[in-house]
């Protein structure tokens, strides 16, 4: 009997195919920002792209959204488990199921097998946010949604490009079902560009070195990520830690969803227990199983090796368990349309329960919420427009460090707002209004939270409406340690002197000259608050940060400077 041939990649080698692999989805990020039509691709990078193995296990990826890291894996191997077989070079793969590993209908997955002498070497996958797909509302995403089947086009998983030429009735299937379809399909081209780019970088990398070396090298870089991140936990001390939280309602009622988890580190094995979660609610903050999976991730990679590229070995010693049909395991028809208003709140879970153990990594709670608020209407040329933005917000303090001021939110990762000059060049909006939610203050603590922001836009024309689905508008962000609560989300509509207050709102009507208020709160503060230094209190001061009375009050700022 023949022993197996086990390839040993050299350590330069290795280097040179892990950096080309880096370089590569960098390379495809680059064209993807540069090619696409959207500006939520092109300038706030709701995107990202990765490279798998054979296998469907992330090998690198670019940085770009967060909560794309663990989804990728899965919607390749639901691929995979689909097709078989029957794929062929030239095959390009869509798929925007929320229910296959996905997220939501608007994050279009286009999956290129690359093949290499006739057998399939890596798999390159780009996933974008597009403007809309169709439902019930501009932007597909109505805060309302009961039923996915209001939230918009949805494909698992069909063959886009075949032998490298488009499919004209799925292109038309697109154009028919979303109401800006040469912005879509403009997008749709700008990924398969960047699968393409990838195919060709992975080629080359097979003919230098060979398809075997290649694959050894991935599965080296697997390997040692696993190792590495095994030794991170073990480092730990075992024990099971918990924590709850709360959800301010759902879309459709503002009833609070108690959420919670049990994080049990056992050796070199960390799980993640969302046993007792409600089932999923009426509402589209609900997640699958593929983005609870990607929750996860992202704060357990914060936890084993936060600056290292992202890549499958580093989760391999992660489980993560829930009940189907929870909030955060939802099955079809459970709406998901707003899903990142619901994983975050998976991720800031598992981000309390190790915050204390480890001070040095994690923070006090954040706003959390995207904040994200759709206006849609028609441009003064008569042409419709959706602009939709996430907003940035404060973050918690941490055991050291006041908490960051404006960062985006945990799902997000290295994404961006848009530049005022973008929003008033491609919206007939302007914005009045850009600055520090210093009003709505932060939690106070000996180290305080961080700020969130207020962003005004005045309304320029008459045919214009919008919604939002604001999360943490009733429940702020917790302290730590005697650390005070940080601040709320609220969306405010000032019409004529006259100011209302939405959180999750499916419809606003708005005429010109109306200003549409995005408030972000603050983060929690870490320590009891009478502990802060006077010279940190007194900068805060001076900076603009708390008035006087708020010193006076919360950190008891001019009896202590008289004694």
């Known amino acids: 009997m023949r022993g197996r041939f086990v390839v040993v990649v050299d350590p330069v080698t290795q280097e040179i195919i892990e950096g080309k692999l880096a370089a590569t989805v960098d390379e495809m990020g680059v064209v993807m920002a540069r090619t696409s039509m959207s500006p939520v691709i092109y300038e706030v990078l709701d995107f990202a792209c990765g490279l798998l193995t054979p296998e469907g296990e992330l090998v690198a ?48 997955a286009i999956v290129k097998p ?65 109401r800006l379809p040469d912005v879509a399909i ?7 560009a960047t699968v393409r780019v990838a195919a060709r970088r992975m080629a080359e990398l097979a003919r230098k070195y060979g398809s075997d070396v290649v694959k050894a090298a991935f599965d080296h870089l697997l390997t040692v990520s696993e190792k590495q991140a095994r030794a991170a936990i073990a480092a730990l001390p075992d024990g099971v830690y918990e924590a709850t939280d709360i ?38 903050i609900n997640c699958a199983v593929g983005a609870l999976q990607s929750a996860v991730r992202t704060i357990f990679k914060a936890l ?7 890549n499958e070995g580093w989760f391999r010693p992660l489980t993560v368990i829930a009940p189907k049909g929870s909030v955060f395991t939802a099955e079809k028809p459970s709406p998901t349309g707003w899903y990142y208003e619901g994983s975050v709140h998976a991720s800031e879970l598992v981000w309390k329960a190790l915050a204390k153990l480890m001070p040095e990594r ?15 209407g028609r441009d003064a040329m008569g042409q419709p427009f959706i602009h939709i933005e996430p907003q940035h917000g404060g973050w918690g303090a941490s055991k050291d460090g006041d908490g960051a001021n404006a960062l985006i939110a945990l799902t ?76 709320i989300n609220l969306l405010q509509v000032e019409d004529g002197g006259k100011v209302s207050n939405f959180g999750r709102e499916p419809h606003i009507g708005l005429n010109s000259g109306d200003l549409v208020r995005i408030i972000t709160g ?21 900076n603009g940060y708390i008035t006087r009375e708020a010193a006076r009050s919360q950190y008891g700022y001019e009896e202590r400077m008289a004694g």
């Open 412 to 487: 997000d990762g290295d994404t961006y707002n848009y530049s005022v000059e973008v929003i008033e060049a491609r919206f007939p909006l302007l914005v009045r209004r850009y600055a520090l939610n210093v009003e709505g203050g932060s939690g106070a603590g000996r180290r305080r939270g961080g700020f969130g922001v207020i962003r005004d836009y005045e309304i320029l024309g008459d045919d214009v409406s919008a919604y939002c689905s604001f999360g943490r508008t009733d429940t702020p962000p917790w302290g730590i340690e005697g650390g005070k609560p940080g601040s």
């Open 247 to 284: 959800i301010d309602g759902d879309g459709v009622t503002t009833d609070p969803i108690r959420v919670q988890v049990a994080v049990t580190i056992a050796g070199d094995r960390l799980t993640a227990d969302f046993t007792g979660c409600p089932p999923a609610v009426a509402g589209p």
């Open 114 to 178: 690359i093949f290499f002498e006739g057998r399939i070497l890596a798999y390159a996958i780009n996933v974008a946010h597009y403007l809309d797909v169709g439902g019930s509302v501009p932007g597909s995403l109505a805060p309302n949604a009961i039923s996915v089947f209001q939230e918009g086009l949805r494909l698992p998983g069909v063959k886009v490009v075949r032998s490298d030429r488009f499919s004209g009735e799925i292109l038309r299937i697109i154009r028919e079902n979303v």
């Open 362 to 376: 994690f923070s006090a709670g954040s706003y959390t919420s995207l904040c994200v608020v759709y206006i849609a």
């Open 522 to 542: 603050g983060g929690g503060g870490w320590g009891e608050p009478h502990a802060r230094e006077p010279e940190h209190v007194r900068r805060d001061i001076e």
């Open 61 to 108: 990826q670019m940085n770009g959204i967060t909560l794309f890291t663990g989804t990728f894996g899965t919607q390749v191997k639901s691929l995979i488990a689909l097709y078989g077989e029957d794929l062929e070079d030239g095959d390009i793969l869509l798929t925007n199921d929320p229910y296959s590993g996905g997220t939501h209908a608007c994050d279009f």
């Open 186 to 192: 403009g997008d749709l081209t700008a990924q398969v």
């Open 304 to 310: 084993v090796a936060p600056e290292a590229p992202s």
